[in-house]
Protein backbone atom coordinates (compact mmCIF):
# COMPACT_ATOMS: atom_id res chain seq x y z
CA UNK A 1 0.00 0.00 0.00
CA UNK A 2 1.38 3.33 -0.65
CA UNK A 3 0.56 6.43 1.19
CA UNK A 4 -0.44 9.26 -0.52
CA UNK A 5 0.90 12.38 0.60
CA UNK A 6 -0.33 15.77 0.32
CA UNK A 7 1.26 18.90 0.49
CA UNK A 8 -0.48 22.13 1.38
CA UNK A 9 0.79 25.21 -0.23
CA UNK A 10 1.17 28.10 1.59
CA UNK A 11 -1.90 29.87 -0.33
CA UNK A 12 -4.67 27.47 1.40
CA UNK A 13 -3.66 28.02 4.39
CA UNK A 14 -5.80 30.50 6.20
CA UNK A 15 -4.11 32.54 9.19
CA UNK A 16 -6.28 34.73 11.12
CA UNK A 17 -3.36 36.77 12.57
CA UNK A 18 -2.36 37.95 8.61
CA UNK A 19 -6.04 38.90 7.85
CA UNK A 20 -5.06 42.30 8.10
CA UNK A 21 -1.41 42.34 6.94
CA UNK A 22 -1.77 41.10 3.55
CA UNK A 23 -2.38 37.56 4.38
CA UNK A 24 -4.80 35.45 2.25
CA UNK A 25 -8.35 33.98 3.06
CA UNK A 26 -9.03 29.89 2.04
CA UNK A 27 -10.18 30.86 -0.84
CA UNK A 28 -7.38 32.83 -2.35
CA UNK A 29 -9.06 36.27 -1.50
CA UNK A 30 -7.41 38.78 0.03
CA UNK A 31 -7.98 39.56 3.88
CA UNK A 32 -10.85 42.12 3.84
CA UNK A 33 -12.05 41.87 0.68
CA UNK A 34 -14.47 38.75 1.11
CA UNK A 35 -17.24 39.91 3.15
CA UNK A 36 -17.19 43.33 2.22
CA UNK A 37 -19.45 44.96 -0.33
CA UNK A 38 -18.39 47.54 -2.36
CA UNK A 39 -18.82 51.39 -1.72
CA UNK A 40 -21.00 51.61 -4.69
CA UNK A 41 -23.07 49.02 -4.02
CA UNK A 42 -23.81 50.41 -0.56
CA UNK A 43 -24.40 54.02 -2.09
CA UNK A 44 -26.74 52.39 -4.76
CA UNK A 45 -29.04 50.95 -1.83
CA UNK A 46 -29.18 54.01 0.00
CA UNK A 47 -30.12 56.33 -2.96
CA UNK A 48 -32.54 53.54 -3.69
CA UNK A 49 -33.98 53.26 -0.49
CA UNK A 50 -34.21 57.31 -0.05
CA UNK A 51 -36.34 57.17 -3.13
CA UNK A 52 -38.31 54.67 -2.48
CA UNK A 53 -39.03 56.48 0.98
CA UNK A 54 -39.76 60.07 -0.75
CA UNK A 55 -41.88 58.34 -3.46
CA UNK A 56 -44.10 56.40 -0.53
CA UNK A 57 -44.21 60.14 1.47
CA UNK A 58 -45.60 62.39 -1.28
CA UNK A 59 -48.51 59.03 -2.59
CA UNK A 60 -49.65 58.97 1.55
CA UNK A 61 -49.85 63.37 1.06
CA UNK A 62 -51.05 63.66 -1.69
CA UNK A 63 -54.15 61.18 -0.57
CA UNK A 64 -54.43 62.70 2.55
CA UNK A 65 -54.63 65.98 0.97
CA UNK A 66 -57.62 64.49 -1.00
CA UNK A 67 -59.64 63.31 1.49
CA UNK A 68 -59.01 66.76 3.41
CA UNK A 69 -60.21 68.65 0.39
CA UNK A 70 -63.57 66.32 0.33
CA UNK A 71 -64.27 67.12 3.75
CA UNK A 72 -64.14 70.53 3.22
CA UNK A 73 -66.55 70.80 0.27
CA UNK A 74 -68.96 68.34 2.32
CA UNK A 75 -68.85 70.84 4.94
CA UNK A 76 -71.58 73.49 4.73
CA UNK A 77 -71.21 76.90 6.02
CA UNK A 78 -73.76 75.87 9.25
CA UNK A 79 -76.42 77.94 9.82
CA UNK A 80 -76.97 80.68 12.77
CA UNK A 81 -78.87 79.47 15.19
CA UNK A 82 -82.39 81.02 16.04
CA UNK A 83 -82.04 82.91 19.09
CA UNK A 84 -83.29 81.47 22.10
CA UNK A 85 -84.62 84.42 23.80
CA UNK A 86 -86.62 87.26 22.39
CA UNK A 87 -84.60 90.69 22.48
CA UNK A 88 -86.24 92.04 25.32
CA UNK A 89 -85.54 89.22 28.09
CA UNK A 90 -83.58 89.98 30.94
CA UNK A 91 -81.62 87.63 33.57
CA UNK A 92 -82.72 88.47 37.20
CA UNK A 93 -80.50 87.27 39.80
CA UNK A 94 -82.50 86.56 42.82
CA UNK A 95 -81.04 86.91 46.54
CA UNK A 96 -79.89 83.96 48.10
CA UNK A 97 -82.85 81.76 49.58
CA UNK A 98 -81.56 80.22 52.62
CA UNK A 99 -84.06 77.79 54.65
CA UNK A 100 -84.47 74.29 56.66
CA UNK A 101 -85.96 71.78 55.03
CA UNK A 102 -88.78 69.79 56.11
CA UNK A 103 -86.64 66.56 57.25
CA UNK A 104 -84.44 66.56 58.76
CA UNK A 105 -85.11 69.77 60.51
CA UNK A 106 -81.66 70.58 61.30
CA UNK A 107 -80.69 70.56 57.76
CA UNK A 108 -80.17 73.53 56.30
CA UNK A 109 -80.45 74.78 52.10
CA UNK A 110 -79.26 77.51 50.14
CA UNK A 111 -79.97 78.20 46.74
CA UNK A 112 -78.76 80.96 44.57
CA UNK A 113 -81.55 81.18 41.26
CA UNK A 114 -81.53 83.87 38.64
CA UNK A 115 -84.33 84.11 36.42
CA UNK A 116 -85.20 84.74 32.85
CA UNK A 117 -87.75 87.44 32.60
CA UNK A 118 -89.82 88.99 29.57
CA UNK A 119 -90.67 91.92 31.79
CA UNK A 120 -88.75 95.08 30.89
CA UNK A 121 -89.88 97.65 33.70
CA UNK A 122 -87.70 97.23 36.07
CA UNK A 123 -90.31 97.69 39.17
CA UNK A 124 -92.30 94.70 38.08
CA UNK A 125 -89.56 92.71 37.93
CA UNK A 126 -88.24 93.28 41.31
CA UNK A 127 -92.06 92.76 42.49
CA UNK A 128 -91.96 89.85 40.26
CA UNK A 129 -88.85 88.61 41.56
CA UNK A 130 -90.01 88.41 45.43
CA UNK A 131 -93.23 86.58 44.78
CA UNK A 132 -91.17 83.86 43.38
CA UNK A 133 -88.38 84.00 45.76
CA UNK A 134 -91.12 84.13 48.40
CA UNK A 135 -92.73 81.21 46.87
CA UNK A 136 -89.61 79.14 46.30
CA UNK A 137 -88.68 79.45 49.82
CA UNK A 138 -92.21 78.12 50.65
CA UNK A 139 -91.65 75.05 48.33
CA UNK A 140 -88.18 74.12 49.92
CA UNK A 141 -89.49 74.32 53.40
CA UNK A 142 -91.67 70.91 51.90
CA UNK A 143 -89.06 69.07 50.84
CA UNK A 144 -87.17 66.03 52.30
CA UNK A 145 -83.58 65.41 51.89
CA UNK A 146 -84.06 62.36 50.34
CA UNK A 147 -85.91 63.65 47.60
CA UNK A 148 -83.06 65.98 46.84
CA UNK A 149 -80.01 63.03 46.41
CA UNK A 150 -78.51 62.17 43.35
CA UNK A 151 -79.01 63.71 39.75
CA UNK A 152 -82.86 62.58 39.03
CA UNK A 153 -83.62 64.30 42.35
CA UNK A 154 -81.65 67.52 41.42
CA UNK A 155 -83.41 67.49 37.75
CA UNK A 156 -87.11 67.27 39.70
CA UNK A 157 -86.55 70.21 41.84
CA UNK A 158 -85.08 72.29 39.00
CA UNK A 159 -88.17 71.51 37.10
CA UNK A 160 -90.39 71.85 39.88
CA UNK A 161 -88.83 75.24 40.75
CA UNK A 162 -89.28 76.34 37.26
CA UNK A 163 -92.77 75.24 36.78
CA UNK A 164 -93.50 76.46 39.97
CA UNK A 165 -91.82 80.06 38.93
CA UNK A 166 -94.00 80.51 35.83
CA UNK A 167 -97.10 79.92 37.36
CA UNK A 168 -96.69 82.81 39.80
CA UNK A 169 -95.78 84.78 37.03
CA UNK A 170 -98.10 83.83 34.72
CA UNK A 171 -95.39 83.11 31.97
CA UNK A 172 -93.23 85.92 32.25
CA UNK A 173 -90.13 83.95 33.47
CA UNK A 174 -89.53 82.14 30.72
CA UNK A 175 -86.43 79.86 32.56
CA UNK A 176 -85.64 79.35 35.78
CA UNK A 177 -81.58 78.59 36.63
CA UNK A 178 -80.52 76.85 39.32
CA UNK A 179 -76.93 78.43 39.57
CA UNK A 180 -75.89 76.83 43.04
CA UNK A 181 -77.41 74.40 45.65
CA UNK A 182 -75.59 73.76 49.15
CA UNK A 183 -77.56 70.91 51.48
CA UNK A 184 -76.07 71.75 54.70
Given at each position: ?16 G ?77 E ?7 H ?14 D ?54 V ?11
Amino acid sequence: MSKAVTTIADRDVYDPGMAGRGGTGPSGNRAGEAGKPGRGGFIAALALLTVLAGGTGLGLASIVHERALRVDQTKAAPAPEPLRYMPGTSLFRLEPIITNLRHPQETFIRADIALVLDEPDEGARTRLAAEVSGDIMAYLRTLDLARLEGASGLQFLREDLSERAAIRSEGRVRELILETLVVQ
